[in-house]
């Protein structure tokens, strides 16, 4: 809990916990809800998500007869954790190799969401390799390569402009033959904007499924919580052509406006599996709902 609370300090200060002071001790009238729904707006939870909240709790009040700001104040936490949800587990487990792609635009904290990823697994237990599939920058096979080192996990790479389905085809030969059990593929980060680089995508989930059937079993993409709606954007161009499953955020605790988090539920409909609060290996924490939105409007 109290690496939610540190990380959501900027967002708490800036809009969330605004939205609390504002909501104090007084009636409840139509400014009140301007102000509510142009907090929520500049936090970042984006249009539908703001009208769907408050709609739910005029509908709240109207219900339950609430006057009082500070009763409105309690609704607004219960309705906005009622739009996120628990993720389900990841589709990683029951068979000898599963195989997550990674996608997202160069800049989103890509590269760094794997090394946290596979750090966490292999302190589970689990036997993972990253394959270096981003063949376009040199920098992101040489990134990836120390952090694997850092974390103590295997990078296949190939040489920078090499082909990346052939990259990804090596790398899961390999970690079929050497027994381990998830293989982590990172991709070219330019893909929302490029025809090309979307066919690339599907010739990387075409080589893999030769090799294990029905892979990849998971494909995650990264966004960046710093730039809001228009992450969402990208989001739903990534959803479109990459047949997404989940989501991970980083740089929450770098930005005032968290509330994408819940555009990404309401919005897109695909689970938060991880968000990143922080540059150390171990800041990128198992979304909680409940930590999510306590953490949002509590100082204390």
Known sequence: MSIFRSGLAKTRQSFFGRISQMLGNSEIDDDTWDDIEALLIQAD??????QRVLSELRARIKREGLTRSEQLNKALRESLQSLLSIPPP???SGRPLSIILIVGVNGSGKTTSIAKLANRLNRAGRKVMIAAGDTFRAAAIEQLKTWGDRVGVPVIAN???????AVVYDAAAAANARGYDILIVDTAGRLHTNFNLMEELAKIKAISSRIVPDAPHEVLLVLDGTTGQ???QQALKFRESADVTGVI??????T???GMVFSIFNDLKLPVHYIGLGEGVDDMVLFNPENFVKSLF???
């Open 45 to 50: 939870l984006g249009v539908p998500a703001t």
């Open 90 to 92: 990841m589709n990683i």
């Open 159 to 165: 040489k920078p402009g090499s082909d990346p389905a």
């Open 230 to 232: 228009n992450a969402m």
């Open 249 to 254: 955020v980083t740089k929450l605790d770098g």
């Open 256 to 258: 005032a406006k968290g």
């Open 298 to 300: 509590d100082e204390n």
